[in-house]
């Protein structure tokens, strides 16, 4: 499939990195790649402390400034980096972690994370998890059983959760009225969900996933949080207006997130519907071109054009690139029609981000800007696993697809009930964190309790329904 501004003949030309102290990257060696990543995962895991019995930190968590959320992504980039490397350092550490949070009712619901915690939140340890099944990661604490249970008890709680007094439906962010951004419908909870929905579908082959994540596609796009025509993905819209106007901000995770769910579907499909979700899939590739063209000197590298240039990214969008990477690589192989734009981009950008990693001690922390042509200052948990999944990502063709485990049996929320959250779903004792929702200012929007708290003013115009066909 012909991505115009993406079909460039790229590996002969950036295979060899040799900017000074940089991490040696040669994309086109199985080795070189390898080991990158190793150093670059060392680096990540050097952030947490939790397992350590000295540490004030919860196991599976990371210190402030990170939040619950990013923990179970990092968890689950430390998943892929075994399956791509075959390296098992870690897993002990990760299934630890992954299990620490699992909560009473198995669905990643532990009550300590009640201030914070939004249905996009609880998405990203679902998807965790969904990758341990994919992967067959499994030891004698967690077969892949236990994480597909895992998974489709969180698909269950958003499914519950899925809210019909307003706007036709669709998930609100947050899953608890006293937390800030209740009254926003985000595309990160329902891109999320949906992409759930589709690996479930998927990996199960049953058909009530499928139906749901059309459901939820057809949602977003009813109220143009997905763009018909450019296939733009924006960051959410206000339940008070009935979702009459959407807040035009647009990030790379979010891009990522919706792509990941139409590949997995376009995979699991037959016929005119994978037809159908390969050109949904090819569209928000092209759409993605925004997140890979800062400079002119700099082109196809990419960054996060909200926040990153003006230095304005906080801790949370510090990590989104590691998102949109991690499912362009899922897309790649999901998606055969995809791997010729796909993997350039991946190269591109992993020899820009092992040239950025040199800061720290040991001269190898990785830095936030890859475009500057070396390390920019800006270290952190977000900064490290960006540049991991870049660079782990190239390893994609050479492993393994996911898993499917077709006719195993789940109980599913039938996609024709409707389940409208409670109007007072009462918050767990301890109630918000402090600085939780409690109005930080992010691009001179309001509030953050979770994940996508960019709420900035909804006044962007109002946007028709569409229904992309």
Not at 56 to 62: D, R, S
Not at 206 to 233: I, Q
Request: aromatic letters at 10%.
């Amino acid at each position: 499939m012909y991505i115009p501004w993406a079909n460039i003949q790229l590996l002969a030309t950036v295979s060899w990195l040799s900017v000074a102290g940089a991490i040696p990257l040669d994309v086109n060696d199985e080795a070189s790649i390898k080991q990158a990543a190793s150093t670059i995962a060392y680096g990540l895991m050097t952030y947490y402390t939790g397992n350590q019995s000295s540490s004030p930190v919860a196991e599976g968590t990371f210190p402030a400034p990170y939040y619950w959320w990013e923990a179970g992504a990092v968890w689950g980039a430390m998943i892929d980096y075994w399956h791509y490397t075959n390296d098992s350092t870690y897993n002990d550490v990760v299934t630890q972690a992954l299990l620490s949070q699992v909560s009473p009712t198995e669905d990643f619901m532990p009550p300590a994370e009640a201030g914070q915690e939004g249905n996009d939140d609880q998405f990203f340890w679902a998807a965790a998890a969904m990758t341990a099944a994919e992967r067959d990661f499994s030891s004698a604490l967690a077969p892949p059983s236990r994480w597909l249970s895992l998974a489709s008890s969180v698909f269950n709680d958003l499914a519950h959760r899925w809210d019909t007094t307003s706007c036709g439906g669709g998930l609100r962010w947050q899953i608890y009225p006293a937390n800030t951004g209740y009254d926003y419908k985000n595309t990160a909870a329902n891109g999320g969900f949906f992409q759930l929905a589709a690996r479930l579908a998927r990996y199960t082959g049953n058909g009530t996933y499928a139906a749901w994540a059309s459901r939820s596609w057809d949602w977003m796009a009813g109220v143009g949080l997905v763009d018909a025509g450019t296939c733009a993905v924006y960051d959410g819209t206000q339940d008070a207006q009935n979702c009459s106007q959407v807040n035009e901000l647009s990030f790379s995770y979010t891009h990522g997130m919706l792509l990941a769910g139409c590949a997995s579907l376009a995979n699991a499909s037959a016929g005119s519907a994978s037809a159908l979700w390969t050109a949904r899939a090819a569209g928000l590739l092209a759409a993605s071109e925004r997140f890979f063209a800062p400079f002119a000197n700099a082109s196809l590298v990419m960054y996060e054009p909200a926040c990153e240039p003006q230095g304005a990214c906080d801790a949370d969008q510090l990590s989104f690139k590691a998102y949109l990477a991690r499912w362009l690589a899922s897309a790649a192989v999901l998606v055969p029609d995809l791997t010729a734009a796909v993997m350039p981009l991946l190269a591109r950008s992993a020899v820009a981000a092992a040239a950025a990693c040199t800061g720290g001690e040991a001269g190898e922390a990785c830095g936030q800007k890859w475009y500057v042509g070396g390390f920019d200052g800006s270290v952190g948990v977000g900064q490290q696993l960006s540049a991991l999944e870049v660079v782990q990502g190239l390893l994609v063709q050479r492993a393994s697809p996911p898993a499917v485990a077709a006719g195993v049996e789940v109980s599913v929320v039938a996609a024709s009930e409707t389940v409208p959250v409670p109007t007072e779903t009462p918050t767990p004792t301890g109630g918000p964190r402090p600085g939780v929702g409690g109005g930080a200012a992010v691009l001179g929007g309001a509030g953050r309790g979770g994940l996508g708290g960019w709420v900035v003013g909804l006044g962007v115009g109002v946007v028709a329904a569409v229904v992309l066909v």
